[in-house]
T-cell receptor, first 111, second 114 residues
Framework: KNQVEQSPQSLIILEGKNCTLQ??????????LRWYKQDTGRGPVSLTI?????NTKSNGRYTATLDADTKQSSLHITASQLSDSASYIC??????????FGRGTSLIVHP | GAVVSQHPSRVICKSGTSVKIECRSL??????MFWYRQFPKKSLMLMAT?????????EQGVEKDKFLINHASLTLSTLTVTSAHPEDSSFYIC??????????FGPGTRLTVL
């Protein structure tokens, strides 16, 4: 069964600090992995998308890594800002491109 | 960039009425559209996948007669919640995928059934 597990479930950090969110998956065959940011009451917004051959991709202060061998991904947020408070969702698509969603990590950035 | 819109953004209706939610891809043709629902503090749950011009494929446990999906064009899909009940109150999100990998989400529709 295709699964995407994210950790931690929730995280509280101080403004300006860095943090790393984890995503482990069992989706096979693998097509691509995406990280989304979802603000409360809004639709998810894409941060990064990676295919099998990519192991790092950055988008501003967000850097995603992918290890296709161990089926792990991480999202690193640098110099966090209050506006980073949101749910971060890892989504993995398989051969049919039907996505499997992780439950998300709820990040709260305190001043 | 690719933009997906949803209308309405929020709707309140009486129990027993039907509600239609529109999902549009504004600047690209979407070969596939997806409909999700999301309960508070929960992950998005895929309800159905629709390809333009063909019947939607519903996920297990989702009643196709309850949640009618129409994908009449490459830029428009609609979800109709028929005979809505309070337990149908949720956040409904659509996404559209163009040829390739990327999937773009709409802003969501908050449905409240009284």
């Amino acid at each position: 069964k295709n699964q995407v597990e994210q950790s931690p479930q929730s995280l509280i950090i101080l403004e300006g600090k860095n943090c790393t969110l984890q995503c482990n998956y069992t989706v096979s065959p693998f097509s691509n992995l995406r990280w989304y940011k979802q603000d409360t009451g809004r639709g998810p917004v894409s941060l990064t998308i990676m295919t099998f051959s990519e192991n790092t991709k950055s988008n501003g202060r967000y850097t995603a890594t992918l290890d296709a061998d161990t089926k792990q991904s991480s999202l690193h947020i640098t110099a966090s800002q209050l506006s980073d408070s949101a749910s971060y969702i890892c989504v993995v698509s398989g051969g049919s491109y039907i996505p499997t969603f992780g439950r998300g990590t709820s990040l709260i950035v305190h001043p | 960039g690719a933009v997906v819109s949803q209308h309405p953004s929020r709707v309140i209706c009486k129990s027993g009425t039907s509600v239609k939610i529109e999902c549009r891809s504004l600047d690209f043709q979407a070969t596939t559209m997806f409909w999700y629902r999301q309960f508070p503090k929960k992950s998005l749950m895929l309800m159905a996948t629709s390809n333009e011009g063909s019947k939607a494929t519903y996920e297990q446990g989702v009643e196709k007669d309850k949640f009618l999906i129409n994908h009449a064009s490459l830029t428009l899909s609609t979800l109709t919640v028929t005979s809505a009940h309070p337990e149908d109150s949720s956040f409904y999100i659509c996404s559209a995928r163009r040829l390739g990998l990327e999937q773009f989400f709409g802003p969501g529709t908050r449905l409240t059934v009284l």
